[in-house]
């Protein structure tokens, strides 16, 4: 796939007109049966979600924990996968695997000197692409982790806006 060609309308669109670059996701969460699941609506797909089963959740859906290391596998891998056809490199195979440490007391609320969330966050990338030069390996590293939106987006959170709103 020639992707530099399939971005190239995106990109000088862009650039003529740097606000349509400009975008909003959205996603919506909605009360299940029970107040240990939910529904999480992307516009494009309807995920259930649940309280992981460390702190009563069933077990039988992804947690948030595991959405939001989802997100970052799935960015790595299509933000690697896209650079290297970008680059021309040849690659048999590239997976990326996320895994993160939290601990479920601080969730809980057990003690106020644990932290809530994650702890640490591993990102793994296996490649194998024997033609590849050391020189190609390292630039593919660093545009993969220069243009990952999660990634970046984890590494530099921006500020969070709360708004409540009804009764």
Known sequence: ???????RPFKEQYRRDPQTA???????????????????DIGRAIYQAE???????????????????GALAACAQITCQLVAAAMGIPTEHIHATVSGDLDLQGTLGLRKETPVGFEAIRLQFDI???????????????KTEQYCVVMQTLMHPPPIETEWLGS
């Open 22 to 40: 400009r975008i909003t996701l959205t996603a919506k969460g909605t009360e299940t049966t029970t107040p240990l699941s939910c529904s999480v």
């Open 128 to 142: 194998r692409a024997p033609q590849a030069s050391e020189e190609q390996l390292r630039a593919l590293k660093e």
């Open 51 to 69: 309280a992981h089963s460390g702190v009563g959740g069933a077990g039988t859906a992804a947690c948030s924990g595991d959405l939001l290391l």
């Open 1 to 7: 796939m020639d992707v530099r060609s399939l971005q």
